[in-house]
């Protein structure tokens, strides 16, 4: 945090597609703090540091900060923000990595800590560099989910995208949602333990669909997705591709 001037650091529980179930490489939360409950947010100032989690986890997260310096906060207590405000001084800056926050909590953000001044600053995954034994982004196989059992086929399902597309008068939608690009492409995964998804990122246009996939996908099935004006590409691809776009209106869900 110092060699990046952070005054805090805000580690939510979530993942670049901010699922509910998230892989070991994005639990960055619980390796800090050592309680593993699924909803919690850690917050840490140069001198001090937070835990905030619900009802459900009070006992389970007081007995896992015991003999830590991490401070149990409450529901009853100041939020997170609110604490945050009055931790800080004027013009501080909170860092974050912000492939793991979403675009309306960040507005949030703003709109809270414009009090003081406060900047936020999304570039830093500091977990990259602290956490040696950090398990590796997963990339398993991906597969096609039969329409038998779909109900109906990912043509019929762009089809009606679309159309509402169409309706808004939108170029696109992009999806970062697990469950959502799963579903609507007809695919299935095994990134994310006990879920059927994989780690990816899609852009539906009106003549063609982009999907930027972590894992291995079979080439018989990347044919097929592709005489279906589906263009499989790299995972990391995304940003660039992004960079480039030349369309003006596309949709997305700024909670996802």
Known sequence: ???????????PSSDPHLSEYVAAHWQARAWLSSFTGSAATVVVTQDSAGL???????IRAAEALE?????LFKEDMPSYEAWLLDQLPTRATL???????SAAEVARLERTLSPKNISLNGKFDLFADIWTERPAIPSG???????SFAGESRQQKLTRIREALQEKKAEGQ?????DDI????????????FNPVFLSYALIG???AWLFIKGAIDEELKTELNEQGIRVAQYEELEPFLRELSSNTIYYDPEK
């Open 182 to 193: 799963a579903w609507t492409f007809n695919l299935r995964g095994t990134d994310v333990p």
């Open 67 to 71: 003999r830590s310096n991490i401070r």
């Open 141 to 147: 196989i991906v597969v096609d989910y039969d329409v």
């Open 95 to 101: 860092g974050f990595d912000g492939s793991v926050v």
């Open 206 to 208: 009106q003549k063609e």
């Open 1 to 11: 945090m110092q060699r990046h001037d952070l005054d805090a650091y805000l580690i």
């Open 52 to 58: 905030w989690t619900d009802a459900r986890y009070y």
């Open 174 to 178: 992009f999806l970062a949602s697990l």
